[in-house]
């Protein structure tokens, strides 16, 4: 409680490694068992230097697992229908699992339309509302990445949340939203504020978990953390500051990921992850994978 | 502030006759331009006197407002699959606007495959994950007539939503949940709260408006409601009893709806007024229809 407290660091990058060795085993034993490798197909549409770096990350790290990826660069005129038909195609193909679809996707093109085009078996990015839909009704399905991250990060350090006030702070389709969503059906009291919430700071000392998902750099200091509270911090913001001071939080806090090396890595792992199990569903090597972690 | 201040009635029996009245103009009008008379279908499984009771008033007030209803009533032994055959057929006809799934179904049938079965264009009762994902992200689509009927409700008295604190106690996947997205769309800051919070008077007390979902009786006293607050009572209780105790919090609260005659009536309300939109939609005698009100 005193001020000289140090959270503990919620090693995301060391639980994300143990989850694509993980996956990269059942990747294997799927394809020994089916003959059939587990496949993404990554979706570009345009040439954003950025984009291109993630789709081209995602892919080497598709390859070290022992997962295939299918690359799919579309030029940046794409319209929202030829974009669909695409991802339709996608969706019927029996040698793709799973699907992701690099945001953003250009201001002309309507990105939801898009995202539902996704057959809800491969969405392994958890875009479509029938994966929003599973995430809030505690239905079979998948999560969005950062979503699932973040709660199986709070399992692995075993972290109450039934009764407990969790804030989130952000209210994005795939994060925000759905992270909530999560939370809730956890049996956390959750709390979701904003851009527009009044008064943060007063909403945040309540919190007995923070998520900071809004994307605006040290947004949250440690004077706003009740003293013990866990501190998820997946915001991402230039030169690899997060959305929490992680400093002052860190007096606070009794546990907290740091930026980078504790959500981002989470993000990867369950796209990865995500994949392996629809391919296992689609190989019949298994059955059922659930939205909650 | 004082104790002595009596809140004011919030008059849903009201508003719901006027939008009743306005969802038969304009069902009026779709019959005399198209021919086509708006259609709901209403599907019961079984024999449960109250959701006999409840199916037989949504067709009366159907046949006053000029919408035709078509009634399937299938024996209680029904199977999910003969279930999800029948709500399928009926999303393909195209004599039929709207659809509605009473409520329970029985416990040996897969309740969501059902829901998940009517067409998204379809789903005026808002049951749908496609209907959720829409109101969560602020697209088109229907509302759940309940979280739809407050949100009227709440526009009818101009109720501020922007940056205040909306908290939602209940969860439920067509109430409690839909209604803090609607209220999270309006730029509230928004908390679920539920039967496992720990503290939830203290919540309540830092509430702008209150939305009781619940279904315990009496369950919110006037101690808790902070002065000046809206209180929205969702809850159904036998006795006409609503969540809220309704004389207490009348001595804190600005603005509160009465049970019976608050949030009830706007329910059916939204229910008409959407399967007029969806005749609408179907028969080409207008284009849109948003999941905000």
Redesign the interface.
Known sequence: MSSTQTAQLMDGAGLARRIVAEAARHASEITRRTGVTPCLATVLVGEDPASATYVRMKRARCARAGIASRFVGLPAATTTAELVDTLGSLSQDPDVHGILLQHPVGAHIDE?AAFEAIAPEKDVDGV???S???M??G?PGFTSCTPGGIMRLLDEYRVEL????AVVVG?S?ILG?PV??LL?AR?A??????S???DLGA?LREADVVVAAVGRPRLIRGEDIKPGAVVIDAGYNPGNVGDVDFDSACERARLITPVPGGVGPMTIAVLLAQTVDAARQQTGATTDVRAEC
Chains 1, 2 share one sequence.
């Open positions: 939801r479509t509302m029938n929003f839909g599973a809030s009704f239905l039934a009764g407990r006030h209210r389709p939203k909530g969503m809730l049996d009291t959750v709390t979701y504020c904003h527009r919430t009044a909403v």
